[in-house]
């Protein structure tokens, strides 16, 4: 004796549980694909050549438009889904990637079509560098502000490289244990800080000094 329909629809998913998988499906498939020129950016595997970053930025915002519309169907099934901040900020980190350098590459040829009278005599800045001197930190922090960290065309990434890069002995010691990211750019800095702009370390360096002599 066969069972009744009623029995057999008891067993299978509902449509509803179905749908939300596929949705849940086409949702990592758009994000692994953002993730992957963010990626890519970051790392440099990527062709930053202008006119492709410009074709990257068409296909970001094709990902993006999929994802977030992906995500409302989501939201209407499972209303206690909480991804979307999650995924509006991967969607803005990697657009602002892609434009600071476009930013960057329409400056640096506004720049070169310039010729200044007499540039060739102009000396060329070079970043400040901090070996570790108590005393210099706030000169230095002030220098390199002004030359990387205030500069929102430079990507967290690329601050964190300048930043290795101008730190000798003790000071490059104080973030070495970072791993270079863009999340670990603003740990380093408040590491650095907390070793160098600490009033009683300072007072205590003075001090050692001062029975040095």
Not at 95 to 114: D, G, M, P, Q, V
Not at 175 to 185: D, I, L, R
Not at 187 to 212: G, M, P, Q, W
């Amino acid at each position: 004796m066969s069972k009744p329909k009623s029995a057999i629809s008891s067993f299978s998913p509902s449509k509803e549980i179905m749908d939300l998988k596929s949705l849940k499906c086409q949702r990592t498939v758009a994000k692994t694909s953002i993730v992957r020129i963010k990626t890519g950016l970051l790392e440099k595997t990527m062709s930053l050549d202008p006119i492709e970053l410009e074709c990257g930025l068409d296909i970001l915002n094709s990902h993006s438009e999929k994802l977030m519309k992906c995500q409302s169907k989501i939201e209407e099934i499972d209303e206690e889904d909480i991804a979307r901040g999650e995924l509006e900020d991967l969607i803005v980190e990697t657009k602002s990637i892609i434009k600071s350098i476009l930013a960057r590459n329409k400056s640096s040829i506004a720049e070169a079509s310039f010729i200044a009278p007499h540039s060739s005599r102009l000396p060329k800045i070079s970043l400040p560098t901090f070996k570790g001197e108590y005393s210099e930190f706030k000169n230095f922090m002030s220098l390199f502000k002004s030359f990387v960290h205030n500069d929102p065309t430079i990507p967290d990434i690329e601050k964190f490289n300048h930043l290795v890069s101008c730190l000798y002995g003790k000071a490059l010691g104080t973030v070495k244990s970072f791993q270079m990211s863009e999340e670990n750019y603003p740990k380093a800095l408040a590491s650095l800080r907390k070793v160098y702009d600490n009033k009683c370390l300072i007072f205590f360096n003075t001090v050692s000094k001062l029975f040095e002599l």
